[in-house]
């Protein structure tokens, strides 16, 4: 078979390019590639690719020159059958026990499995820990094609980093790391993805060390902000505010940068699971990885507790006060909903029997009520609240004014008896003082 040659393929336009899983990362690459080569967008939510085809993205990751692309999308996997190089992007979740839930995955082998044909590279970028892609993936693939991996086709990862609604850190301006099961498969690889990758691909020597790579590195940015959220608490402890000790901190040239927070989306939350569910079937239980996740699993009970503590402190009644909370994606200024910790802030109020009103316009209502039970109230129809929790920086809120945070709140309400919950700190310090609201920041 001539692999060697699927780059030339794909250049001069006798090949074609599939994406298996058109989300927040399958959906950048797939119109990215297009702008090069002829790709064929597959998913298998008819909904989705219809609304594509249409010309809207409901990830908001590429907004309006979705009308513009050349990406052919489809519902109907046997497209498959005339690409010759695969990208295999579906989402990569975790089972309730934390357990990596490889379902997505498995279902993805056994579609692409189906309509292989001989001569395919077939590149997963999905997260998955070191394994999973040589050890589940090619005899899922092998066992419904027919075709044996390595001499029919062959197969690499390039672990995906993609971050959800960051319109500086694109696609083509993230360094790509690339793996391939032998050295000509990782050379291939790598050539297709220069295509569309400025700032340059990094090959490693194998697919397990490229699967570890992913996984690590948000294992690493969870371990830092579980760090921070225990500050956060100490700092709260001390009645000290924690964003002052940070900006010391951060004075010092060796300083990491990093915030207290709630921890979701589908990388920094998940990954370290993945991680550490590996390490464990070898016989080593984390030390760190493990606790942190638990400290950053945490956090939404502590916003809901100080909050509850606040209300209690400026003479309200939690069980009948009207609790606002503004955000419910896991991130500011992006639709994506994904293991948003918001959630749990929301079902510890419901613990002491506060249903809180959320309100959040980036979300999809939809989404909210299928995957959290959450129903999402439209701003102009928020009630007058005693508390509102600012649970996400979105630059609307991040943009209110005292006077205009002030406005949601009952307007027979004494001043020192508003309570706001800024997690983000996202206002100053000084205008909060000078509001006389009772406060309380992450």
């Given at each position: 078979m001539e692999f060697d040659k699927i780059y030339d393929g794909l250049i001069d336009g006798r090949e074609k390019l599939a994406l298996v899983g058109l989300g927040y990362v399958g959906m950048p690459i797939a119109v990215e590639f297009a702008?090069?080569?002829?790709?064929?967008?597959?998913?298998?939510?008819?909904?989705?690719?219809?609304?594509?085809?249409?010309?809207?993205?409901?990830?908001?990751?590429?907004?309006?020159?979705?009308?513009?692309?050349?990406?052919?999308?489809?519902?109907?996997?046997?497209r498959l059958k005339e690409a010759k190089f695969i990208i295999v992007a579906v989402p990569t979740p975790v089972n309730d026990d934390n357990s990596?839930?490889?379902?997505?995955?498995?279902?993805?082998?056994?579609?692409?499995?189906?309509?292989?044909?001989?001569?395919?590279?077939?590149?997963?970028?999905?997260?998955?820990?070191?394994?999973?892609?040589?050890?589940?993936?090619?005899?899922i693939i092998e066992r419904e094609s027919g075709l044996k991996c390595g001499v029919d086709w062959k197969i690499g990862y390039s672990p995906e980093r993609i971050n959800p609604g960051d319109y500086i850190h694109r696609l083509p301006t993230i360094v790509k790391v690339v793996s391939g099961m032998d050295e000509e498969s990782s050379?291939?690889?790598?050539?297709?993805?220069?295509?569309?990758?400025?700032?340059?691909?990094?090959?490693?020597?194998?697919?397990?060390?490229?699967?570890?790579?992913?996984?690590?590195?948000?294992?690493?940015?969870?371990?830092?902000?579980?760090?921070?959220?225990e500050i956060a608490?100490?700092?709260?402890?001390?009645?000290?505010?924690?964003?002052?000790?940070?900006?010391?901190?951060?004075?010092?040239?060796?300083?990491?940068?990093?915030?207290?927070?709630?921890?979701?989306g589908h990388c920094i939350g998940v990954d370290p699971y993945y991680l550490t569910n590996a390490a464990e079937k070898l016989g080593y239980h984390s030390q760190i990885i493990l606790n942190g996740r638990q400290v950053n699993d945490s956090m939404g009970a502590f916003v809901a507790d100080a909050a509850i503590k606040e209300m209690?402190?400026?003479?309200?009644?939690?069980?009948?006060?009207?609790?606002?909370?503004?955000?419910?994606?896991?991130?500011?200024?992006?639709?994506?909903?994904?293991?948003?910790?918001?959630?749990?802030?929301?079902?510890?109020l419901k613990e002491f029997d506060i249903t809180p009103v959320v309100t959040d316009s980036w979300?999809?209502?939809f989404v909210a009520e299928q995957e959290y039970g959450v129903e999402l109230v439209a701003w102009q129809d928020i009630p007058k609240a005693d508390c509102v929790i600012v649970a996400v920086g979105h630059s609307e809120y991040r943009a209110m004014s005292m006077m205009q945070i002030k406005e949601l709140f009952k307007a027979e309400t004494a001043d020192e008896e508003k309570v706001l919950v800024d997690v983000k700190s996202l206002y100053r310090m000084d205008e909060l003082r000078a509001s006389r609201m009772r406060f309380w920041r992450l």
């Amino acid at each position: 078979m001539e692999f060697d040659k699927i780059y030339d393929g794909l250049i001069d336009g006798r090949e074609k390019l599939a994406l298996v899983g058109l989300g927040y990362v399958g959906m950048p690459i797939a119109v990215e590639f297009a702008k090069h080569v002829k790709v064929i967008g597959f998913d298998i939510n008819e909904t989705r690719v219809n609304e594509y085809k249409n010309g809207i993205d409901s990830t908001n990751e590429i907004g309006d020159n979705i009308k513009n692309t050349t990406v052919d999308f489809t519902a109907d996997p046997a497209r498959l059958k005339e690409a010759k190089f695969i990208i295999v992007a579906v989402p990569t979740p975790v089972n309730d026990d934390n357990s990596p839930n490889l379902r997505p995955v498995k279902g993805a082998c056994r579609m692409v499995g189906k309509n292989l044909t001989s001569g395919t590279i077939v590149v997963f970028e999905s997260t998955v820990y070191p394994g999973v892609t040589e050890d589940i993936c090619i005899p899922i693939i092998e066992r419904e094609s027919g075709l044996k991996c390595g001499v029919d086709w062959k197969i690499g990862y390039s672990p995906e980093r993609i971050n959800p609604g960051d319109y500086i850190h694109r696609l083509p301006t993230i360094v790509k790391v690339v793996s391939g099961m032998d050295e000509e498969s990782s050379r291939e690889i790598k050539k297709v993805y220069d295509i569309v990758i400025k700032a340059g691909t990094f090959p490693v020597s194998n697919i397990k060390t490229a699967e570890a790579v992913k996984v690590v590195e948000n294992s690493q940015r969870d371990i830092n902000i579980a760090f921070m959220n225990e500050i956060a608490i100490i700092c709260d402890k001390l009645g000290i505010d924690t964003d002052e000790v940070l900006a010391g901190m951060n004075t010092k040239w060796n300083a990491l940068g990093f915030k207290p927070g709630l921890v979701g989306g589908h990388c920094i939350g998940v990954d370290p699971y993945y991680l550490t569910n590996a390490a464990e079937k070898l016989g080593y239980h984390s030390q760190i990885i493990l606790n942190g996740r638990q400290v950053n699993d945490s956090m939404g009970a502590f916003v809901a507790d100080a909050a509850i503590k606040e209300m209690i402190e400026a003479g309200l009644a939690p069980k009948k006060a009207t609790v606002v909370i503004l955000g419910l994606t896991f991130k500011e200024n992006c639709p994506d909903t994904r293991n948003s910790k918001v959630v749990d802030i929301i079902n510890r109020l419901k613990e002491f029997d506060i249903t809180p009103v959320v309100t959040d316009s980036w979300a999809d209502p939809f989404v909210a009520e299928q995957e959290y039970g959450v129903e999402l109230v439209a701003w102009q129809d928020i009630p007058k609240a005693d508390c509102v929790i600012v649970a996400v920086g979105h630059s609307e809120y991040r943009a209110m004014s005292m006077m205009q945070i002030k406005e949601l709140f009952k307007a027979e309400t004494a001043d020192e008896e508003k309570v706001l919950v800024d997690v983000k700190s996202l206002y100053r310090m000084d205008e909060l003082r000078a509001s006389r609201m009772r406060f309380w920041r992450l």
